[in-house]
């Protein structure tokens, strides 16, 4: 049985088989390409700043800094302030948080027989669009950070009013997602105290329940993050068993036929990437528990991601305060990009996981460049032997309807997946 599924960040197909009325392996597709790496062959190296963040609409803030990190990662040294390194850090968790905020309304909601409600997800992301807009000049695709920093000006008015649009974040979340007291929330290591909460997050959770699907979408429990930074931790775990130690070269990368998606493994095996890994490698209390209880599946899938939404805006207060104005934007490197030869690999957390970029440089001219999406870890195509995530997630459901959602809940992005 074939289903095409749409409302997602482009299409994918999904070929179904069945055994004994119970789904026991699925083919996922993604049908069409955008060849962003070829076209960036034998470009100057700065065209990357321009071209990558449009490799999605919505993570291109994610792609413009991976691309950002792996050219300086190209240079014996280059220095870059902490006022800058704030600000990238910041912008990128705006585009996390409004990611949260769209995805949770416009793809989770529906399944569970609550409305679609554009007018929650478009006010509360745009919240984060316009505090992005303030710090990196527009939003989506700017080009902001450079080599050497960010072009960007503000002022600390322009700080106060990304301090007001993320106080307004909170408010919305809390009058809206789940009814919590954020002091205690940072806390909080009982999946049951939520449930003593009113809001659309506790109402999901409780239909989970009560439709006892608490065991829908289990995968590997094997999670995995590269991109560590001031919040996240990079690392990889192993249900609850967290290591810190991660090598790229032990990643590897297959073609997969009749599709223009790759594989990705990390030494050799299928790992799951996104907030639910975040949260485990980092250790939250409250997805601990959920994990403890329930597992990798949908309900801890989307507990995780709902979390992340409070904790990131709650992070973003804190590196606001750490700005020192007196600091460059940017500091000019010593040597031209232009006589720059060598490699340079990067690795951030975007909305839906780890996103990597690798690139060589030649005299400042791009000879290879390699981009790695989170999709790619989550729904890669193996066979029955070695199935990917979203794969071994899918298998023993009883219907495609209930595929859906566990396939939706990894927030599925074949655009960013066929670059």
């Not at 034998?42 to 792996?70: E, K, S, Y």
């Not at 990368?253 to 594989?263: D, G, Q, R, T, V």
């Not at 600091?327 to 975007?350: C, H, R, W």
């Amino acid at each position: 049985m074939i289903e095409l599924i749409e409302k997602i960040e482009g299409e994918a197909k999904l070929d179904f088989s069945f055994q004994d009325d119970l789904i026991d392996y699925v083919r996922i597709e993604f049908l069409s390409a955008r060849g962003i790496e070829k076209i960036l062959q034998n470009r100057p190296a700065l065209d990357a700043l321009v071209i990558n963040p449009r490799v999605c609409g919505i993570c291109g803030h994610a792609h413009l800094i991976a691309t950002v990190q792996a050219l300086e990662n190209c240079y014996e040294s280059i220095e870059i302030s902490q006022k800058a390194k704030i600000i990238r850090e910041l912008t990128l968790n705006f585009e996390l948080i409004q990611n949260h905020f769209k995805w949770f309304y416009l793809v989770m909601t529906p399944f569970f027989g609550m409305p679609q409600d554009p007018k929650k997800a478009v006010y509360a992301s745009s919240l984060m669009a316009k505090a992005i807009a303030i710090l990196a000049g527009q939003y989506p695709h700017n080009s902001y950070a450079i080599v050497g920093g960010i072009t960007s000006s503000f002022t600390n008015g322009d700080l106060i009013r990304v301090t007001h649009l993320i106080d307004e974040c909170l408010v919305f979340f809390k009058q809206n997602l789940v009814d919590v007291d954020f002091d205690t929330f940072w806390v909080c290591d009982s999946v049951e105290h939520i449930f003593e909460k009113r809001g659309d997050l506790v109402d999901i959770l409780l239909k989970i329940i009560y439709h006892d699907l608490t065991d829908m979408g289990k995968s590997y429990d094997r999670f995995i993050a590269f991109g560590g930074n001031s919040y996240f931790k990079s690392g990889k775990s192993k249900k609850t068993v967290v290591s810190e130690k991660l090598k790229v070269e032990y990643i590897k990368e297959e073609l997969i036929s009749n599709s223009y998606a790759k594989n990705v493994y990390y030494k050799n095996k299928a790992h799951e990437v996104g907030p639910l890994a975040r949260a485990m490698i980092n250790k939250i209390p409250l997805i601990k528990d959920s994990h403890r209880k329930y597992g990798d599946s949908i309900f801890s899938r989307i507990l995780a991601r709902v979390c992340e939404t409070a904790q990131l805006l709650h992070h973003s207060k804190q590196l606001i305060n750490m700005i020192d104005m007196r600091e460059p934007n940017y500091i000019k490197p010593k040597t031209d990009i232009k006589n720059i030869s060598g490699y340079g690999t990067s690795s951030v957390e975007a909305a839906r996981g780890s996103l990597i970029h690798s690139l060589e440089l030649q005299n400042g001219i791009i000879k290879e460049y390699s981009i790695i999406t989170p999709t790619q870890w989550n729904l890669g195509c193996g066979d029955k032997d070695n199935m990917g995530v979203a794969q071994k997630a899918m298998v023993g459901l009883k219907n495609t309807q209930e595929a859906k959602l566990v396939f939706k809940s990894f927030d599925v992005c074949s655009v960013c997946t066929t670059h």
